[in-house]
């Protein structure tokens, strides 16, 4: 028999209060909707490790700045820069903001480098076969990497394949379907006289050159669709907790392809640029490499591996972090093959820096 006196004690003492979570360190903490709270997970300021890892970036990009200037004072001139912008600066950019963004949806996507030669040896045999027509070169470019991303959405969605596996297969088919196209080598010429590519190449837009205006434009666009829509919305429940999303009654299914399919297509739109610059279709050179980068801005930008989370900010300053690195050591002339060393110890550190921030670890005797 329960003693009366304990039954008094137990209601009269207070509840003890479960613990908080300070409201910086908890993204879900905030009201839904709040537009707010959503400008600050776009933009990687929402938690206190965002914004110290931004704040990394930034200071590492001054220190890389002024160490090669102090060495070669053309570093930072216009000149230079734009070289470095029309170099590999764009092609980079542009399939790490939509690694980015198919990272946070919960996926991965390392075939980015093989769309981009595709494309661009497609819509070079376009160009050869049809009289040199620069619309209908794009339109196939562009075509065919709204195809290799519905491809690999498929494979994920309807396969059940995991988003590594069949990247890594896509990625080597693209690769091979490109170089038989191209009999593994370069394909096309003249575009230097077609108003189209001339344009691409060097022209400008609101006095922008048109490479770095059309990287801009789809910045901005990213951060709009995550910030202003219901879809960036969704596109983070998927990847922060997908079965609460399905509850919720977000087709994953539907947003997964589309998110492959906006990769495919961005990628096909650096391909075209790729074309513009080279004057040729090429499966190889300029995109080898080109998913490790990709992934490698989506890291440093704060993207989690994981899903859910990751933004614009961080994603642009690790742009400009690598177009820095890579501009630099061209400057001082220091072997291409220490670039490669150094992009895989920048994705290594991004990578090791999410691992401890949550306190989790993928193998190995726990801490």
């Not at 979570?21 to 490790?49: I, M, Q």
């Not at 742009?319 to 920048?346: C, D, K, P, S, Y």
Request: glycine share 14%; proline share 3%; aromatic share 6%.
């Amino acid at each position: 028999m329960t003693d009366p006196d304990t039954v008094t004690a137990a209601k009269n003492t207070p509840a003890e209060p479960e613990p908080s979570v300070p409201a910086s360190d908890n993204p879900e903490a905030a009201a839904p909707g709040s537009r707010r709270t959503g400008a600050a997970r776009v933009l990687g300021l929402l938690t206190s490790a965002d914004r110290v890892q931004n704040l990394i970036l930034l200071v590492v990009i001054v220190l890389i700045a002024a160490f090669v200037t102090s060495r070669q004072p053309a570093f930072l001139t216009w000149g230079n820069l734009s070289i470095a912008v029309t170099g590999t600066i764009i092609l980079f950019g542009l399939t790490g903001l939509v690694e980015l963004l198919v990272i946070i949806v919960g996926g991965l996507d390392i075939s980015v480098g093989s769309i981009v030669g595709l494309s661009s040896v497609v819509g070079a045999l376009v160009w050869t076969h049809t009289g040199q027509s620069g619309g209908l070169a794009v339109l196939s470019a562009l075509l065919v990497g709204l195809l290799c991303g519905l491809v690999n959405g498929l494979l994920i969605i309807y396969g059940r394949v995991n988003p590594f596996i069949a990247t890594l297969a896509t990625l080597a088919a693209f690769k091979g379907v490109g170089q038989v196209l191209s009999d593994g080598g370069a394909i096309g010429s003249g575009f230097s006289s077609n108003a189209i590519f001339i344009f691409i190449q060097r022209g400008s837009i609101a006095g922008l050159p048109t490479q770095l205006f059309i990287l801009v434009i789809v910045a901005l666009a990213l951060a709009f669709l995550l910030l202003y829509t219901d879809i960036g919305r969704n596109v983070y429940a998927i990847g922060g907790n997908p079965t609460a999303a399905r509850l919720a009654g977000v087709n994953i299914n539907r947003y997964v392809l589309a998110v492959y399919l906006v990769v495919g297509f961005v990628a096909a739109i650096a391909g075209v640029i790729l074309m513009a610059r080279q004057g040729f279709g090429q499966q190889t050179g300029s995109v080898d490499g080109l998913e490790l980068k990709a992934v490698t801005v989506a890291a440093l930008g704060g993207a989690s591996l994981r899903g859910g989370r990751g933004g614009v900010l961080g994603a642009v300053l690790a742009i400009v972090l690598l177009g820095f690195l890579e501009n630099g050591m061209n400057v001082l002339n220091i072997n291409t093959f220490w670039q490669n060393v150094a992009q895989g110890t920048l994705l290594l550190i991004a990578v090791i820096a999410q691992q401890r921030r949550r306190k989790e670890r993928a193998i190995g005797i726990p801490d």
